[in-house]
């Protein structure tokens, strides 16, 4: 694995944002976050543009259609799964365009797809069971992922000419953890899924994508107290969290933060609110979690700029344009704080 490629005071975003034009989503990402760029969804576009759709579009041998209650397995390629590889089509020529106009190769290019957890979580088998209920099928699920996960990559990789790191989205692990999702009738729930079985299954994707891309992985997870501690014993070398999940935090989950972060993580920091808040916020506003943070946990401030990476607290889909642009400039701001911080801080 390669030394990480994204600059120090390097600032990038979750994935989500709003709107559906995928040309002015990708020159927003090119302009505003331009040694960290990342290949923008728009799920307002509706079917096969959600996380879920997207994911399965990149799916080798394996299918979706959507039904009432979501995206199931199905016997073959439809309309909705066509149209989802369709979209990631026309959002990977927007990418290129943008940085053709840019005229300058990024230092490293991200890109997003949902984890296996979440995968198996959010979509059904024929009979309307989750698939992570079938260890088979979850393993199948897996395979095929990784499977285009390659091809994705080395098709982002020859549009963009720069290296490319992968994201695991899991904002269902804590839900699958805990046995809180419900069973196809409603009145119960499946079965939590062991810690370690958890693990194993993570490693096994985490490890597959850094051999892909021959760079770290992220593992973004913007549930509220995030299993920071598992994801990274399952091998993610930098992890994704919104920095409000820290509000009222026990003793127990700093100490967790701080021990991941002291073992050598990246801590993509979710910093700028994802809807415009009732008041203006300052750069200063924003960076005062970061800042508290590392000095709460007995690091030098140093660490933001060798460790960290601030980011919007989750994706953007639900701000306005106005705000997006101002949260990805925040964002930006904030990374260049990091490395030299405004004199009182």
């Known amino acids: 694995m390669s030394e990480r490629v994204w600059p120090s005071g390097a600032a990038t975003a979750i994935g989500s944002m709003p709107g559906t034009d995928p040309v002015e989503a990708a020159a927003v990402v090119f302009g505003e976050l331009p040694d960290f760029p990342h290949l923008p969804e728009l799920p307002a576009r509706g079917v096969g543009a959600d996380m879920l759709g997207r994911t399965a579009a990149l799916l080798v041998d ?58 198996g979580a959010g979509i059904e088998l024929p009979r309307g069971h ?10 199948d699920f897996t395979s095929s992922l990784l499977d285009g996960l390659a091809e994705h ?22 839900t699958v953890l805990a046995g809180g999702l419900s069973t196809p ?9 062991p810690e370690p079985e958890a693990r194993d299954l993570l490693a096994t994707v985490i490890e597959g994508a850094r051999t892909i891309t021959g760079q770290r992985v992220i593992v973004h997870c913007c549930a509220p107290k995030p299993p920071l501690g598992l994801l990274r014993e399952a091998g993610a070398d930098a992890l994704a969290f919104d920095l409000r999940a820290l509000d ?59 460790r960290a990476v601030p980011t919007p607290a989750c994706g953007l889909a639900g701000a306005t344009p106005d705000w997006m642009r101002r949260a990805l400039a925040l964002s930006r701001d904030l990374g260049k704080a990091f490395v030299e911080p405004p004199e009182g801080w």
Request: hydrophobic share 45%; no cysteine.
């Open 185 to 193: 009738s409603g009145y119960g729930n499946v079965a939590a899924v």
């Open 248 to 306: 009222g935090s026990s003793a127990a989950f700093l100490d967790e933060i701080g021990e991941v972060w002291d073992g050598g993580a990246t801590l993509f920091m979710g910093a700028i609110p994802t809807t415009a808040p009732s008041a203006p916020l300052s750069l200063k506003d924003v960076g005062e979690a970061p800042f508290r943070l590392a000095s709460r946990l007995g690091f030098n401030h140093s660490v933001l700029a060798e």
């Open 62 to 119: 394996l299918a979706v259609e959507v039904v009432p209650s979501g995206y199931r397995v199905a016997a073959r390629p439809g309309h909705e799964h066509r149209r989802a590889v369709d979209l990631l089509r026309w959002d990977l020529d927007a990418v290129q365009e943008a940085k053709e106009k840019a005229g300058v190769t990024p230092p490293v290019f991200k890109v997003q797809v949902a984890g296996p957890w979440t995968l």
């Open 130 to 139: 989750r698939v992570l209920t079938d260890r088979g099928a979850l393993r």
């Open 153 to 174: 990559v080395a098709e982002v990789r020859s549009r963009t000419g720069a290296p490319v790191v992968v994201q695991f989205d899991e904002p269902s692990l804590p």
